[in-house]
C-alpha cells in the first residue's frame, strides 16, 4: 500500500487473539491470564520482554537479532529479507492488519503520514 504525503490511512484491524501463533524459535506468542488470550507478542517482543511474558533475552544474540533487527547490526534491507517476514505472526498481521507494521523495517505497509489535524480513535472488541 502506498500514501501519498499528508495522505491518511483508514486502519481496519480485526486481529483475533486466539490466532495469535506459536513461533517455532521463541514459543508461544500469546500472552495468557486466567486461562485467556490477552495479548499476542512479536517474536522480538517474546524473546526480549522480561519474564513471565518474554524469554528477556539480549536482542542481539541469534534467534532475537533477525527478529528484532537492531541497527547496527541489522540493516533494514537485510531485516526486511530475512527470517522476521516467514514468520506466521507477520503473516498473520499482514493479513489481518495489512496497514500496520508487522516487524522492525515493515516500512512499505506501516509507515504514514497524516496531517497534524489528524485525530484517532481506537475501538478494542472483545
Not at 516500512?107 to 489528524?118: E, V
Request: net charge neutral; proline share 10%.
Amino acid at each position: 500500500m502506498h500514501c501519498q504525503v499528508g495522505s491518511c490511512v483508514t486502519t481496519n484491524c480485526a486481529l483475533s487473539l486466539g490466532a495469535c501463533p506459536i513461533e517455532n524459535d521463541v514459543g508461544d506468542l500469546r500472552v495468557i491470564k486466567n486461562g485467556q488470550t490477552v495479548a499476542c507478542l512479536s517474536p522480538c517482543k517474546r524473546w526480549n520482554f522480561p519474564a513471565p511474558y518474554g524469554l528477556g533475552r539480549d536482542e542481539l544474540i541469534a534467534p532475537g537479532v533477525d527478529y528484532c533487527c537492531p541497527t547496527p547490526p541489522i540493516q533494514p534491507a537485510q531485516c526486511s529479507s530475512g527470517p522476521v517476514i516467514q514468520t506466521k505472526y507477520v503473516d498473520l498481521v499482514r493479513r489481518t492488519c495489512p496497514s500496520a507494521y508487522s516487524y522492525a523495517y515493515d516500512d512499505h505497509a506501516g509507515l504514514h503520514n497524516c496531517p497534524t489535524s489528524t485525530s484517532f480513535r481506537v475501538i478494542f472488541c472483545q
